[in-house]
């Protein structure tokens, strides 16, 4: 593999892994804020029960 060519698939690559992880990661701040603000209550007691 040429250098050239290693940096075109490297870059191809993290894009598209950076889109995917970004997604995953916004989508989970989102959802972690999401059940602080309104689950939780629900949370600690769930914890409490399978503990």
Do not use: C, P, Y
Request: charge should be negative.
């Amino acid at each position: 593999m040429s250098a050239d060519t290693q940096v075109g698939a490297a870059s191809l690559l993290d894009r598209r892994t950076f889109l995917k992880v970004g997604a995953a990661v916004g989508g989970g701040l989102l959802l972690g804020i999401f059940f602080d603000l309104a689950g939780e209550q629900t949370a600690v007691s769930v914890a409490e029960d399978g503990a």
